[in-house]
């Protein structure tokens, strides 16, 4: 059996980082990921959760418009809402997140360069 996932987007918002009760760090963020095989311009918002070292690393170099690669895998899981109610979450729990650009303004700037993707070289990658 495979459960993996692979997507490039940018963030909706700052990354969340908490500590479990045992000190375990971990980060959330949304990422906006557009369909490139439809006609009408469509985009999904996945749920990303990240765990340990790359965690912090998330939150401290990502962050609301940047571009990231996530290499994952999907996870369900169900929870007791406060109105009593059965709710089900979809989230990709990431085993690896690059850092593709460093926000939407070099984005926009390599677009002109028809360069669709602006790396970080070696030197500006925190790990």
Do not use: H
């Not at 765990?51 to 007791?80: F, H, I, P, T």
């Amino acid at each position: 059996m495979l459960n993996r996932i692979v997507l490039i987007g940018r963030l909706t918002r700052d990354p969340e980082l908490r500590y479990t009760p045992s000190g375990v760090a971990v980060a959330s963020f949304t990422l906006a990921v557009d369909r490139p095989f439809s006609k009408n311009k469509e985009t999904d918002f996945i749920n990303i959760v990240v765990w340990r070292e790359a965690a912090e690393n998330c939150a401290k170099y990502l962050a609301k418009g940047r571009m990231a690669a996530v290499d994952g895998r999907l996870q369900m899981r169900s929870y007791e809402a406060k109105d009593g109610g059965k709710r089900t979450v979809a989230e990709v729990v990431a085993d690896d997140v690059r850092f593709i650009s460093s926000s939407a303004k070099s984005q926009q700037s390599n677009d002109n360069s028809n360069d669709n993707i602006a790396s970080l070289s070696d030197e500006d990658v925190p790990f």
